[in-house]
């Protein structure tokens, strides 16, 4: 047999693991699913989600991976088989549903990135800016282009292996990331009027909150950091049996959090600083940040960088993505890596097309009232993730208990005090609290 690939560092795996967790959910949908939430209140309860229930499934899933070395359903077979591959089968299920549409959004900051250079962002008139965003998604031939072209790359990555092409990409990427944000925000929250987004981003008004709210937080936190599919299991596959991986996920969840944060420090000063609404939806991002742009000296060049920069962070994140899905042909049912990543990544490309063209042509044509982008949306994000989460969870607390134990006993065999507590949270509490919030947001 041939000996599985292995990551080239344990700085490596953090970064290809934060690498997946930072991307689009954090800079494109963080700041809207906070601004259509009340801000503040949303804020506070994603927090407390991430860092319980989110923490709690990223080390299971690592540990998943790690001890089976397997793909996500190959891992549960591997380990228990019965019924529990299913769960592994609807992460591969939800990757080809979330893959459909990011690629579509990842593909719009491409265009943005042609934009910048030729112009075409030079306005800060918000009616300008929307009016320009709403027309090019909703464009039949354009926005299918650059879809086709972020899906190539992702199937060129993927196809490269694990430790040349997705472990180098976010050794450059992350760093990079965090200091243009950090540039970025200097500007915004200096922009007269930014202070009201400061305030509703740091103050929260608790009247607002719904069940829904706590379900969106709880869907944006998996989405964001990756959890509920199984990508965490995959990547934790090609983990060495000597790292340390609870300090690994705990790394890895901070990271993804502090950009979310950053983000939102970053486009909700700017949102009330242009006078645009909050609650815009999936469009805040791409509509104010050229507002920023062009309030800076070398705006364009700002707006080329932060656009190039979003647009790999979001590689980093669909590489994980279609690595889900490749992994399993791959390991399960014999396909070449080449084969398995431009066949599927033909299919999430086809799949990907009625959600672009739900911008436009395909408006008003609605399933369940939602069009089909939101449907992918809703279906991955609100429904699979959450439930793949909780029978994660269950699977390490009641299942493999013991073995998840000793993983991540140290050398001499000592057990930390806090896999007790973690012990509880995957036992108990997330499945609990994943059942409830599923359960109350549908009502509401
Ligand atoms: N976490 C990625 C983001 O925030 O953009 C998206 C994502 C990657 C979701 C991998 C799910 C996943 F398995």
């Not at 791959?330 to 959600?355: E, H, N, Y």
Request: hydrophobic letters at 60%; a positive charge.
């Amino acid at each position: 047999m041939i000996q599985r690939e292995h990551w080239g560092s344990r700085l490596g795996f953090i970064l290809a693991a934060a690498g997946s967790a930072v991307g689009l959910g954090n800079i494109w949908k963080f700041p809207y699913m906070a601004g259509s939430n009340g801000g503040g209140a949303f804020l506070l309860i994603y927090l407390a989600l991430v860092f319980t229930i989110g923490l709690s499934v990223m080390l299971a899933e690592m540990v998943i991976g790690r001890l089976s070395e397997k793909n996500a359903i190959g891992a549960f077979k591997k380990l228990k088989g019965g019924a529990w591959p299913l769960v592994g089968l609807c992460g591969v299920g939800a990757a080809f549903t979330i893959l459909s549409f990011y690629s579509v959004v990842a593909g719009w900051t491409i265009a943005y990135m042609v934009k910048a250079v030729t112009g075409g962002l030079s306005s800060s008139d918000p009616a300008v800016l929307g009016a320009a965003f709403d027309g090019f998604i909703a464009g039949n031939i354009s926005p299918l282009v650059y879809h086709a072209i972020f899906m190539a790359l992702t199937v060129f990555v993927v196809l490269s292996g694990i430790g040349s092409g997705i472990e180098r990409a976010s050794k450059i990427l992350m760093p990079a990331l965090f200091v243009l944000l950090l540039i970025l925000i200097g500007r915004a929250v200096t922009l007269p009027g930014a202070g009201k987004g400061l305030a509703f981003l740091l103050q929260p008004d608790f009247s607002k909150v719904t069940w829904n709210t706590v379900s969106d937080a709880l869907s944006q936190a998996f989405f964001s950091l990756s959890l509920g599919m199984g990508a965490m299991i995959t990547y934790g596959s090609y983990l060495s049996k000597k790292e340390n991986i609870a300090g690994a996920a705990g790394w890895v969840v901070l990271l993804d959090t502090a950009v979310a944060v950053l983000a939102g420090l970053l486009i909700l000063p700017a949102v009330f600083a242009f006078g645009f609404d909050p609650g815009a939806g999936p469009g805040l991002t791409f509509i104010t940040l050229p507002a920023v742009f062009a309030q800076m000296p070398f705006g364009e060049f700002f707006a080329f960088l932060f656009f190039l920069l979003l647009a790999i962070a979001a590689l980093t994140s669909s590489v994980s993505i279609l690595e889900v899905v490749v992994a399993y042909f791959v390991d399960d049912r014999g396909l070449s890596r080449k084969v398995a990543s431009i066949i599927m990544g033909l299919i999430i490309f086809v799949l990907g097309i009625p959600s672009s063209l739900s911008n436009g042509i395909m408006k008003d044509t609605t399933f369940f009232g939602m069009t089909f982008f939101n449907l992918m949306d809703f279906v991955s994000a609100k429904l699979l993730l959450p439930i793949g989460g909780l029978f994660i969870s269950l699977f390490v607390g009641w299942v493999i208990w013991g073995a998840a134990r000793e993983d991540l006993a140290s050398h001499n065999g000592k057990v930390p005090a806090w896999i007790n507590i973690w012990g509880i949270l995957v036992k108990f509490i997330a499945p609990a609290a994943i059942a409830f919030i599923l359960i109350s947001g549908l009502i509401s």
